[in-house]
Structures are given as C-alpha cells and as structure tokens.
C-alpha cells in the first residue's frame, strides 16, 4: 500500500494533486479546512471537477475510460469536521489555501497540530517564502515549500523550497517521493518567484510590452514564443543555451539591447562578464555555466539535434529534403 497524501485545501490545487497522487496509486484525502453550512455540496463539486479531469484525461489519451474508477476510487472527500482523522492518516500533507499570510497561518496551525509527528507538511504556496511560513508549524523542521506548475497533473516540474530550520532529510524524502510518481523535482533556496515564475514573469512581461509597442500583432507574439522560444526551451535549458551559443553573444547581444532601447533591464549580469573574463564561454572552451570537460562534444550535440528533429515530427513541422 503506497503511503496516503492529505490535500488541505478542497480548492483548485488540492484537486489538481488529488488527480496527481491518485493517478500514481496512492490513497488521498482531500480536506475542507473551512467549517461549511453546505459541506457535501462544496466537496460534491469538488469531486465533480476531478472526475470531469480525469474524462478530459481519456480524450487526451492519457488513460482509459476503465481507468477512471479506479483513480478516482483512491480519492476520499473529508469534510472539516472531520479533518483531523484524515490530517493525522496522512505521511505527507500539501496545504493549498488561498495566498495570504492569514489563510496560511489558519491552515498550517490547523494541519500541524492534527498531522502524524512525522508528516512531512508542505505548501504549495508561489509567493510566500518557506522562512516566512515555517514559524507558522509545529515542527517546523519537518516543513517546507513545494511550489507546483498547473496543471499539476501533467507538468513535470516541482519546485522544491526548504527553510532555514527544515530536515534535509525531510527535503530528501519528499524529493525521492516525487521522483517516484514520475516528477522532476528541482530544490533551490527560499527567494521569492522561485525559478520558473520570475523567468516567466519577465517573459511576460516583455512579450506585453512587445504588443504595446505595435511590433507584432498578438497571434505572431505567440507563434514566436511557441516556435521559436518554446520549441529551443523545450530541449535546452536556458543556462545550456547560453552555453551553447556562447556567453559572449550573450554579452554583446546584451550591451546592443540595453543601448539601442535605453532600458537597464536588457543589461547581463555580472556573471556574464565574469565568466568572460575567466574563459567560461560555454562549449567552445569546454567549461561556461556547466562543465563540459571530458565530455563528447559531438555526441551531445547529435543527442540535442536529434530531439529536435524529434520535436519538429511532433509538431507536424518536419518536412523532407526536397
């Protein structure tokens, strides 16, 4: 029997990792933390949207029509009366509340004086840092943040969060859980955005401006997000990439954007320069953001090229040499 997951939380993200966990085999339990006059009625829809999900799932071709009742036979709906049961059954518990620092504080009181002594509690919260909400938790060794990317069910990626006082053990556990059901984890320190949100933030930020500006209609915006950006970002790391084209074009591509718009925000880093500076250029000196030394260059090259072809055949874009 794989260990049972709480989801605190019946909102949006608790039914996302309620599908995630379910669809992996374990029991879940998906908690009200809030006290109802219509309780059955909050949670009937609740398991209304996750069994409309996993149908959406048969069209997609991720599972079969025989597969729904079995997923969504793991998931058990506990109304807040009977929360604590459920909260202290669980080995791992994802608080999903709204972002506030109140609705927090309630929730994780709430969870950590119920949950196991050894539960590790997480939350999924995209803004708060791990420091600011571990005093919030009895046992704050065994918290930290595990910021997830909707849908959760179908993107790989969790980002990891600890705090100061967490068990890197605890960290280990729920890396090596996670890994288990088929994510890929990453673990970085508590900054606020985590990864992939501050990346995205800016992305999305320039791409408003791009259309502001009148450069490029909105449908061409986002064909070349797709096409172009989406499609490289798909096979390279951003890191890699740099590596790969060099960090010098980097540094000079930089310097032109930042003098030709006046803006400060197209300006590189100090690392950029830094690593020039010290020959870390990428692949051609064989160290830049990551190391290459040793490595058979031209084999990780056809490697990378040939998931790109992979993906132009994926997206109904290769076309044979003429």
Known sequence: MRETIAAAGAGRMGRGLAIVFAYA???????DLKAREDASGWLGAAEAEILGTLNIL????MIGEGDIDRIAGRVSYVPFSAAPEALADAAVIFEGVPETLE???EALAAVSSHAAPDAIIASTTSTILSDDLQGMVIGPERFLNAHWLNPAFLVPLVEISPGQATDPDVTASLVTMLEAIGKMPVVMKASPGFIVPRIQALAMNEAARIYEEGVANAEDIDKATVFGLGFRFAILGMLEFIDWGGGDILHHASRYMSDATGEDRFEAPDVIGRNMA?????LRTGQGFLNYEGMDIPAYQRKRLSAFVAMLRHLGLFR???
């Open 25 to 31: 085999g374990h029991p879940v339990h998906l908690v």
């Open 58 to 61: 048969v069209g997609c071709g």
């Open 103 to 105: 609705a927090k504080a």
């Open 278 to 282: 010290e020959g870390r250029i990428g």
């Open 320 to 322: 044979p040499a003429a």
